[in-house]
């Protein structure tokens, strides 16, 4: 078994910190060639030099692009493909996470910005890297959901809605470009420790999720990456379509 994915350009977005970093640095000391896309600049520029400095790691290319806005997204996608001629999968992890309110006091502006950062974003971003997958003969694109889009969390509402509409698309995306070599994957994982989560959620509520967890701890960003590369590698070539939970059972 194969699970190798050195030399394959991987574009990995909302790289500037949490998941996507620790995704975008862990796929580069596989030997990935791995594009950063992040909203401000200076933090993909900070990334890529992060990344140069580690032993054997593969070459970073940074790109800049906030996912709702497609002519943004158009270009820095454009940008990838001058620079390295393909993309071999993509890492759509770019989201937001608001602090948890009730339905009843979740004004629309909040509600709109999560659908558009998070389901709009993973629509936009899809639709323009997955022709050059198909020209390149077919990619994989991994979408990093999360376990609330799964299961009603209270006062969570608009973003565990963004995540379930992500996690349909990913499935439309299978059925309707599998044939042309595009594989498709959601990672939902559990309550995992960023600075979007803990803004979100109080400590009271992590050391209760916490107690639950193996370890008594909640899940760490690296815990993802090696089912990541697996997902990115020619390996799970089989595997489309599908949602794959990234935590314990607890019940």
């Known amino acids: 078994m194969d699970i190798n994915v050195s030399d394959k350009v991987i574009l990995v977005t909302g790289a500037g910190r949490g998941i996507g970093r620790s995704l975008a640095v862990g796929l580069a000391r596989e030997g990935a060639r791995t594009a950063v896309l992040t909203r401000r600049g200076e933090d993909g520029d900070r990334l890529a030099e992060e990344i140069g400095r580690l032993p054997g790691a593969g070459p970073v290319f940074p790109v800049v692009a906030d996912v709702s806005d497609e002519d943004a997204v158009e270009a820095a996608v454009t940008r990838v493909d001058r620079q390295w001629g393909r993309i071999d999968a993509l890492v759509h992890n770019a989201g ?87 594989r498709t994957a959601v990672l939902a994982p559990g309550l995992t420790d960023t600075p979007g989560m803990r803004a979100s959620v109080g400590k009271e509520y992590i050391d209760k999720v916490a107690s639950a967890y193996p370890g008594g701890r909640v899940g760490q960003p690296e815990d993802i990456l090696a089912l990541t590369v697996f997902l990115c590698s020619d390996a799970a070539q089989h595997i489309s379509g599908t949602l794959l939970p990234v935590r314990p059972v607890t019940g």
């Open 96 to 182: 937001w996470m608001p602090p948890a309110r009730p339905v009843l006091d979740t004004d629309l502006a909040t509600l709109r910005g999560v659908l558009e950062t998070n389901l709009v974003g993973s629509f936009v971003v899809t639709k323009h890297v997955a022709p050059v997958m198909i020209r390149g003969g077919g990619g994989r694109i991994v979408y990093v959901s999360s376990m609330i889009g799964v299961q009603a969390n209270p006062g969570l509402a608009a973003y565990g809605a963004s995540k379930a509409g992500v996690n349909i698309l990913s499935n439309v995306v299978h059925r309707e470009l599998a044939d042309q070599g595009v």
